[in-house]
């Protein structure tokens, strides 16, 4: 009842509201025994509801207003085991180390203060990401604007892509062309002869 009468749960926005209801369903899901490594994606976020551009603010504004905290940070992968997730602590119950709640909620006394903070946190951008995501988009149009290419592939560490067009002309040499015949399957009469 403290912590949801607390000044920082009431500076919670919608989409903070909902990120941190999104991480007690991860740790329900873990059977209440994984906090601090609670794997909540991007897209587990998305399929709860919320809008891919409220994401990162909204998770920006729980740790900042200390409802809970990122243990190890996730990153895109190009292998083929795709992303790896952030995993969560939720700081205001026990955690799977052993570890006491932390309950750092509890340092914003006012309601003007916690929602300064909010504030800050989700307006606040991760310079590295935003300059990422920027390559990323960048990359994508320059992909759409090669013709020919059908699977662009990493190896290495270069970009190689692989052109539509096979080298040995329109048509790859152990396709067949036109149908196959198939082999006649009627009963062999022994008797007949």
Not at 11 to 40: C, K
Not at 72 to 83: A, I, T, V
Not at 145 to 167: E, I, K, L, W, Y
Request: hydrophobic residues 35%; positive net charge.
């Amino acid at each position: 009842a403290e912590m949801l009468e607390s000044a920082a749960f009431r500076a919670l926005s919608y989409a903070g509201h909902r990120v941190l209801a999104r991480l007690e369903i991860e740790h329900a899901h873990h059977g209440g025994a994984d906090n601090g490594r609670l794997p909540v994606t991007f897209g587990d976020l998305e399929r709860y509801g919320m809008d891919k551009h409220s994401i990162a603010p909204a998770q920006r504004e729980v740790q900042a207003l200390g409802f809970a905290e990122i243990t190890e940070r996730g990153r895109p992968s190009e292998s083929d085991f795709g992303r790896h997730p952030h995993h969560w602590r939720l700081t205001y119950l026990h955690s799977a180390y052993g570890q006491e709640p932390t309950h750092e909620w509890r340092r914003h006394k006012t309601l003007e203060e916690a929602r300064s903070v909010a504030k800050a946190a989700r307006d606040a951008k991760d310079e590295k990401a935003v300059a990422r995501s920027k390559e990323r988009a960048a990359a994508a149009v320059v992909k759409k604007q090669m013709p020919g290419v059908v699977n662009p592939t990493v190896t290495g560490g270069d970009f190689h892509p692989v052109s539509a067009r096979s080298p040995g002309g329109d048509s790859h040499p152990t396709v067949p062309v036109g149908k196959p015949t198939l082999p006649s399957i009627s009963p062999c009469r022994e008797d007949a002869a």
